[in-house]
């Protein structure tokens, strides 16, 4: 049973426009999550996060907001970019994040920005 | 740049036979660990290290063992490799303010 979902594999924006990234948890128990960005034979890039605290956190293009009644977490980029262009992966963990390093993750979206 | 070096980076090994991966790390985080990346499951935590000589399992911990003997090298080990451990191996720790994992670059690995 996925306690964390991306339910769109894939995602096709124009450049310059809004992309929004979706993803659903299950688990009441998580308390903080996590965006990442995969370039193909690379690891995964850290790109923003958000505790159960809050539901909004910004950086830069980077938005992600929290909806946690709804048990859902969405990632906006503006402008999109087409460097941007890569597989996102949604993770949420228990005990407010990484010492104990147990991230569960999405299985990914892969975004594609055209110029 | 979290200064995680992992090798090999790429590897072909023969079913039974045993694998190590090494991970190192420049900046003495307490937190290490192995994830494993296969099409349709994202990543999924094998092992983790909480210090020197401690360890504890993930997710998927079968058929792998890890040690780390100092605080900068944490080894993943398959002590008799088979077809379904063919994947992306990555490597991360905690870094940052301390609720973020950090990946490595990964080692792919291919058992035959």
């Known amino acids: 049973d996925q306690q964390v979902k991306q339910n769109s594999p894939s995602l096709s924006v124009q450049e310059g426009r809004i992309s929004i990234l979706n993803c659903d948890y299950t688990?009441?128990?998580?308390?903080?999550f996590l965006w990442y960005k995969k370039y193909p034979a690379e690891g995964p890039t850290f790109l923003i996060s958000?505790?159960?605290?809050?539901d909004k956190n910004e950086d830069g293009r980077f938005t992600v907001f929290l909806n946690k009644s709804a048990k859902h977490l969405s990632l906006h980029i503006v402008p999109s970019q087409p460097g941007d262009s890569a597989v996102y992966f949604c993770?949420?963990?228990?005990?407010?994040?990484?010492?104990?390093?147990?991230?569960?993750f999405g299985k990914g979206t892969k975004l594609s920005v055209k110029p | 740049d979290a200064g995680i070096t992992q090798s090999p980076r790429h590897k072909v090994t023969e079913t039974g036979t045993p694998v190590t991966l090494r991970c190192h790390q420049t900046?003495?985080?307490?937190?290490m660990y192995w994830y494993r990346q296969d099409p349709g499951h994202g990543l999924r935590l094998i092992h983790y290290s909480y210090g020197v000589k401690d360890t504890d399992k993930g997710e998927v911990s079968d058929g792998y063992s890890v040690s780390r003997s100092k605080t900068e090298d944490f080894l993943l080990t398959l002590e008799s490799a088979t077809s379904s451990q063919t994947s992306v191996y990555f490597c991360?720790?905690?870094?940052?303010?301390?609720?973020?994992?950090?990946f490595g670059e990964g080692s792919w690995l291919t058992v035959v």
């Open positions: 958000i505790s159960s605290i809050k």
């Open positions: 991360a720790i905690t870094g940052g303010s301390g609720n973020t994992i950090y």
């Open positions: 688990n009441s128990m998580f308390d903080y």
């Open positions: 900046e003495n985080h307490r937190y």
């Open positions: 993770a949420a963990s228990v005990n407010y994040g990484g010492s104990q390093g147990n991230l569960i």
